[in-house]
């Protein structure tokens, strides 16, 4: 048995608890895990309770890291695992901080996909295939990524994304028009035939100067 003979609170911002044992430093412990964990001086605490703080401070600094990692836009499940774990949390750390996001509804893949979906669709359109192949490399299920994805109306968004290039090329000059716009859709994702429709149409307009 250990006795806790001292909890002093840091001069950091984060206002971290150290804890000593019979008169030592051990480590140190966020303010959340001493009012949790109900720790006092004059308490006496076994090893498998000084393991168990240790692993309660470490899923706290873990749940803290993941936290700020989310602040800047949603992300999957696999994207904060992969995170977490390249940061040198343990699997069962990592995973039992997924499972609190999750209950606390921080981390949710359907949603993750359906903002992943708009915001490509509002600010670069690509490809359902191609949409559906990046939410896959982001880890989300294939049953997710189905039910995200099925709106996306290829000819519609083939069409929004070349709607600023086409205006910049020369009117005159009708392959260099097919053969720039035609590579960028491609890299977006479309088919063959999409981009046929599409580069017709938007020549089409230029003509009539409806794109102007």
Same mark, same amino acid.
């Not at 696999?78 to 997924?98: C, K, N």
């Not at 716009?181 to 100067?209: A, D, K, P, Q």
């Given at each position: 048995?250990?006795?806790?003979t001292?909890?002093?609170?840091?001069?950091? %911002?984060?206002? %971290?608890?150290?804890?000593?044992?019979?008169?030592? !430093?051990?480590?140190?412990?966020?303010?959340?895990?001493?009012?949790?964990?109900?720790?006092?001086? $004059?308490?006496?605490? @076994?090893? @498998?309770?000084?393991?168990?703080?240790?692993?309660?401070? %470490?899923?706290?600094?873990?749940?803290?890291?993941?936290?700020?990692?989310?602040?800047?836009?949603?992300?999957?499940?696999?994207?904060?695992?992969? %995170?977490?774990?390249?940061?040198?949390?343990?699997?069962? #750390?990592?995973?039992?901080?997924?499972?609190?996001?999750?209950?606390?509804?921080?981390? /949710?893949?359907?949603?993750?996909?359906? !903002?992943?979906?708009?915001?490509?669709?509002? !600010?670069?359109?690509?490809?359902?295939?191609l @949409?559906?192949?990046?939410?896959?490399?982001?880890?989300?299920?294939?049953? #997710? #990524?189905?039910?995200?994805?099925?709106?996306i109306? /290829?000819? /519609?968004?083939? =069409?929004r994304?070349?709607?600023?290039?086409?205006?910049?090329?020369?009117?005159? /000059? =009708?392959?260099?028009?097919?053969?720039?716009?035609?590579?960028?859709?491609?890299?977006?994702?479309?088919? =063959?035939?999409? #981009?046929?429709? @599409?580069?017709?149409?938007?020549?089409?307009?230029r $003509?009539?100067?409806?794109?102007?």
């Amino acid at each position: 048995m250990k006795m806790v003979t001292a909890l002093r609170v840091g001069k950091g %911002r984060q206002k %971290r608890v150290n804890l000593f044992l019979d008169g030592k !430093f051990v480590f140190s412990l966020e303010a959340e895990v001493v009012a949790e964990k109900k720790l006092h001086v $004059g308490q006496e605490l @076994t090893e @498998t309770q000084v393991e168990a703080l240790a692993r309660a401070e %470490r899923f706290h600094c873990c749940l803290r890291a993941a936290t700020r990692y989310l602040s800047y836009r949603l992300r999957s499940e696999s994207e904060l695992r992969g %995170r977490l774990r390249r940061h040198g949390y343990d699997r069962d #750390i990592v995973e039992a901080a997924v499972v609190r996001l999750k209950e606390q509804g921080l981390v /949710d893949d359907a949603a993750f996909a359906r !903002f992943w979906k708009d915001n490509r669709q509002a !600010f670069r359109p690509r490809s359902q295939r191609l @949409t559906g192949l990046e939410l896959r490399r982001k880890g989300v299920s294939r049953e #997710i #990524i189905d039910q995200v994805v099925g709106d996306i109306e /290829d000819d /519609d968004s083939a =069409y929004r994304a070349v709607l600023g290039r086409a205006r910049k090329l020369n009117l005159s /000059d =009708y392959e260099n028009f097919r053969s720039r716009l035609g590579g960028f859709l491609r890299r977006r994702g479309f088919g =063959y035939e999409v #981009i046929g429709h @599409t580069l017709e149409r938007v020549w089409r307009e230029r $003509g009539e100067g409806g794109l102007e």
